[in-house]
């Protein structure tokens, strides 16, 4: 099988979707618009959830599960949360042979089901605050799809906490924002933007909406995670009170913040080259490859033996390693398909190295080879691990911050987005007429006020009223 | 809030629900037959996750993840299958606002969607074996639910295989079936009997169907998991074929297996007593408990920073420890609501501790308190986990051996069921009509046929025809 793809400057949603298809990470399903992922797919997703789930307990949260369906009545009782949602529920008509009396829904997200349990366990300001995750399957009936980035049915996990005061629950949106943001940076090594979405982008329900935006190599937007601070939009609904430390029976303020396998996507988008796909070592499943060449039976033997031995000492370093031992392929085939599949070292042993002590070190990140004695490899493999992280960290920084473009009127801000693309930081009244003016004319919507924006005094670039804070617009996925 | 439960020999069944609800293992959730797993029950289906996630890749297996949804032609394509699960399938007929097509049954097993996936991946012998694993939820919906064993939601794994041979599938059905039997035995502390369904109570669609069995303290059994020779039933409609190494079309034999969340019922039902949970220290999310009693402000302020101490360094040691410093309640609730969560050691330290510098510690299995010396604790705890989790088992042991009853006659065998409970083991024709005569006259069904049942000539408890092995009977769960 060929592994040819396409390149990133000729079609870079094919290049995407060949990457994916081909470093085996996901596969079209027979069920529309949901896909399968497959298994190297699955052990990056594997990756993210140890690291992600030690950070969220870390926090104070607990993991529980709730269930699959949803009553239709419950997802009515927030009118936002209905309209935002019930365009895309899939919805459970009959069971066990049967009609239902009530159609239950699959969960698009869990708040409702949630906060109906919430309502019965916290009754008392000791009983908050409540801090709860869930790891699950959502779905959302999406009219075109794409592996990762909008399928019908995803992974990904929930946080949901109520809160005595409207201040704690503002402050742990903002602490998971920036857990979100610190596992983008620090695991995936994606750099990322945390901002406020504007009311007409926030969650259907929420009081305010924040995100973490990444830049992918194609230069549009990924929203990457959202963190929300629900006020009691849901706790008056749902009735979630309690009593206060003075008797007083009190509704409770509660946050949402969710990431998924869209992060998957995402690392393809923003590391990827024409190549393949290029993991950071901190979530990469396979750290090191370990490839032998040889040309005869009696070398096979030896070069075996002696990379058998490195892959034991690569792996009690603490490294993930493996060894490709296959035989009905060549060495060439497969260095190309570890390179597709982005794993950060690739170690080649053949007869010269066996008689000279080396081997031969390659790096994909920067595709630099390197001939090293046998004795310093684990070292090496060691030492380059962090080297490498932090240098996707810094190439995608760099990336991003020259593709972030001031702009100062309407016709600049069009121009960029049409020329240079990448993300526009330009003044804007707040209003939702010109938000939308810009979208139809630009495909560009407004990615977030950045939480480090600067007050700067300005005019909205398309209407002229009185702005202070530049915010991003962006083409996104 | 009262923590009083309905003691075991009063009402079994009562005394199950009242633990699973009081331990907040599990809540009633408002969807029918659907429960909420609450983070203490999560965190033990953790501890059973990590530990048979690591089993089952240990063997060779990879996770990946398929569709939640099934189009309903394919549960159509294996006769048997269908006949099985339709009558239980919740089913989604509308999704993003429009009528489907095609209806989409919520997967109740995942073998159809899978073998679709399959039959694109499979080529040629140098693709099998293929060895797939699944974390995931399912959905079949029960009349008659019980938190835990029978919810109409639940998590579970399912492994599903494919090989050249029908000898490979075998090894590889019994090979899970064994590790199934050692995860319970030597991590949950459960001892099971490995066996043979007969055809009448295999899987909807197998060829042989192995289960392990576990008897519960009511003396009822319950099946804790099952692993399947499929034979070819499945790769004959789902076209999974595969050039041999001599260049011809074959059909793959298969295997699937899984355990769920009713093993957390079982956890329940072997170990408990009437103060609760009693979990071996294995699973036990939390191992040792530690709890200060104080009467005024100044011993509290010593106690605490002492525990504090102790803490760390049962921490260190490599145990899951947990301080309880709740105000609001007595170290007598404390005592009991950690009984009830069947945490394996509890260490209460007060004032005299803290004057003769010694704790004492409790034992949750067998309620013995011992003074020791603040020296010796961690170095004890260490020392107790082992002789915990082997008590555990060896108490099971026995009582699974002293509920075993050899039977030579009908009367015998509805005599026993109704007086003693347990298994009878009696000699069965393998017709389905004695079967059925049985699970009528005394609501016992055929729980397996023993692995390792010794060939012994003997006829039909029923209808007095030759048989050759004693087969097990029981009322179940």
Redesign the interface.
């Known amino acids: 099988m060929s592994k040819t793809i396409t390149r990133q400057s000729e079609d870079f949603s094919r290049w995407y979707t060949d990457v994916v298809q081909k470093a085996e990470l996901a ?1 079209y ?3 529309k618009g ?6 190297y797919g ?2 990056i ?2 990756s993210i959830q140890r690291e992600l789930d030690g950070r969220i307990k870390a926090t104070g949260c ?10 239709e009545s ?1 997802i009515n009782k927030e009118k936002s949360h209905l309209e935002g949602f ?12 049967e009609e239902l009396q009530e159609k ?1 829904v ?1 969960r698009p997200t869990s708040e409702t ?1 949630i906060y ?2 919430f309502s ?1 366990w916290v009754k008392s300001y ?1 009983d908050l605050p409540l801090l ?1 995750n869930q790891w ?2 959502v ?1 959302r ?3 075109r799809t794409r592996l990762f980035l909008r399928t ?2 995803f ?1 990904w996990q929930e946080g949901h906490t109520a809160h005595a005061t409207y201040e704690e629950a503002e402050a742990r949106t903002l602490q998971m924002l920036d857990e979100y943001a610190s596992f983008a940076e620090n695991f995936l090594a994606i750099p990322v933007i945390k901002g406020v979405k504007s009311d007409h982008e926030r969650f259907a329900g929420a009081h305010r909406t924040y995100t973490i935006e990444a830049l992918m190599r194609d230069k549009k937007c990924l929203q990457a995670g959202t963190s929300h601070n629900l006020g009691q939009n849901f706790s008056r609904p749902f009735e979630i009170t309690f009593l206060d430390n003075e008797g007083k029976t009190q509704y409770a303020w509660q946050t949402s913040w969710g990431v998924s396998t869209r992060l998957i996507g995402a690392l393809v988008m923003v590391h990827g080259d024409d190549r393949g796909l290029i993991l950071p070592p901190a979530v990469a499943p396979i750290q090191v490859v370990m490839v032998p060449i040889w040309k005869n039976d009696g070398q096979k033997e030896e070069i075996i033996r002696m990379l058998g031995g490195l892959t034991t000492d690569i792996k009690n370093a603490g490294l993930r390693v493996e060894q490709d031992l296959r035989e ?1 392929v060549t060495p060439g085939f497969k260095f190309n398909d570890w390179e597709m599949r982005g794993v950060p070292l690739r170690v080649e042993c053949g007869p010269k190295d066996l008689e000279e002590k080396t081997v031969v070190l390659c790096r994909r990140d920067t595709g630099t080879k390197e001939k090293i004695p046998l004795a310093d490899l684990t070292g090496k493999c060691v030492e380059l691990m962090p080297v490498i992280q932090n240098s996707l960290l810094e190439r995608a920084r760099l990336f991003l911050k020259e593709n972030i473009t001031e702009v100062n009127n309407k016709e600049e801000l069009a121009a960029v987005l049409e020329d240079k693309g990448g993300l526009v930081s330009a003044h804007w009244c707040h209003g939702h007429s010109c938000e939308d003016i810009i979208k139809q004319e630009t495909k560009a919507t407004l990615r977030c006020i950045p939480c480090d924006a600067p007050t700067e005094m300005g005019s909205c670039v398309i209407c002229g009223q009185p702005s202070e804070k530049r915010v991003l617009f962006a083409r996104s996925y």
């Open positions: 596969d399903s027979p069920v949901c896909m399968v992922i497959c298994p699955y052990s997703w594997e607990r993991n529980a599960y709730f269930p699959l369906f949803i009553p419950f019930s365009p895309e529920c899939a919805v459970v008509t009959h069971a066990g042979g239950l699959v089901i109906y349990m019965k000791r709860i699950a399957n779905v009936w999406e009219m019908s049915e992974l009905n």
